[in-house]
């Protein structure tokens, strides 16, 4: 009795989404918001009429009630939940919203789903499948990540073509952009995080003319999950919670480093320019001298150089 009690007192992070039409966001959303509160769980939920998107912790308990209760809505019956480390305290509050679009690609019209997902997206590979297929295809794979650039710093697939962007807004101009033309008629396997990301981008390539566009169910995560380090993951994951980063294995890559001195390291600051913010690889020693916890942005050099006088 014991250990199931400490067990279920245990706390949790749960990730998820659903691709499905939602008729009515607002409702569904104060369904979500008093449900969470019930059950003491923080994170993030965001909510359009094309599904929900949410990241939330709590106790093993009340994460378990959470999946039983958000299933009972008929477009969320089958949605997979991916358990991971971690509780409400890695979240500040709980925020559930409704918007346009629950991954902000900036493309709501393009985004077509019915209630078996998103219409017209890439092919999806479970984790072997994925090695099954660079093991037949070997170098006319490519892996395409659908993070942040900055994400793919401290972790990323071997060989994996790294997008120039900033936030996921970017990538509808870097597509049509030109540069990755040559990828048009190639295998490609698009990867995120958890999988949502790539739900949406992976159909916005094949809106685009690339015409063998793949993406890993689970994403990086369940990837990750069943090979840890010794398949074609490189490094660190990085999450959106207050623990910044994950690794899969005690033996993952180091890719990180410092932007200032190229100290090993996997965690990112903000820049130290109030106008900037922007997160930055950056050691502890750089971190926390003002001279060094910059992004390299000359503006933000001076300011930093500034602030020690």
Same mark, same amino acid.
């Given at each position: ?61 009340? *994460? ?49 789903? %019915? ?27 490519? @892996? @395409? ?25 970017? @990538? ?44 890993? %169910? ?8 069943? @090979?840890? %380090? ?27 480093? *410092? ?40 503006? *933000? ?9």
């Amino acid at each position: 009795m014991g250990n199931s009690y400490t067990d279920l007192h245990e706390s949790r992070i749960l990730l998820y989404y659903c691709f499905t039409p939602i008729a009515d966001p607002t409702a569904v959303m104060l369904w979500q918001r008093a449900l969470c509160e019930k059950l003491e769980l923080t994170g993030r939920i965001l909510i359009s009429e094309h599904g929900i998107n949410g990241t939330v912790g709590g106790t093993l308990a009340n *994460c378990k009630a959470y999946t039983k209760a958000t299933r009972q809505y008929p477009g969320f019956k089958k949605m997979e939940f991916k358990w991971s480390h971690g509780g409400a305290e890695d979240f500040p509050r709980l925020s559930v919203k409704v918007r346009d679009e629950i991954v902000a690609f900036g493309a709501p019209g393009e985004l077509k789903v %019915d209630e078996n997902g998103v219409i017209g997206g890439g092919i999806h590979l479970k984790p072997q499948q994925v090695n099954d297929l660079v093991a037949e295809r070997g170098d006319e794979v490519v @892996f @395409f990540d659908g993070r942040n650039a900055m994400e793919a710093e401290i972790g990323k697939f071997k060989n994996a073509v790294v997008p120039d962007v900033n936030t996921t807004h970017d @990538f509808i101009r870097e597509l049509e952009s030109g540069k990755y033309d040559w990828m048009k008629d190639k295998p490609v396997v698009s990867y995120c995080t958890g999988g949502i990301r790539c739900e949406i981008l992976s159909s916005l390539m094949k809106n685009r003319g690339f015409e063998e566009v793949y993406q890993i %169910d689970g994403g990086i995560v369940r990837y990750g999950e069943q @090979f840890g %380090d010794d398949g074609l993951w490189e490094g660190s994951l990085y999450v959106f919670d207050k623990r910044m980063h994950m690794e899969f294995s005690d033996h993952s890559k180091q890719l990180g480093h *410092c932007h200032n001195c190229g100290a090993a390291t996997n965690l990112f600051h903000n820049c130290i320019n109030e106008a900037c913010r922007k997160q930055t690889l950056l050691c502890d020693e750089c971190a926390h001298n003002p001279a060094t916890a910059h992004c390299g942005n000359p503006e *933000c050099i001076e300011i930093a150089a500034a602030s020690c006088h």
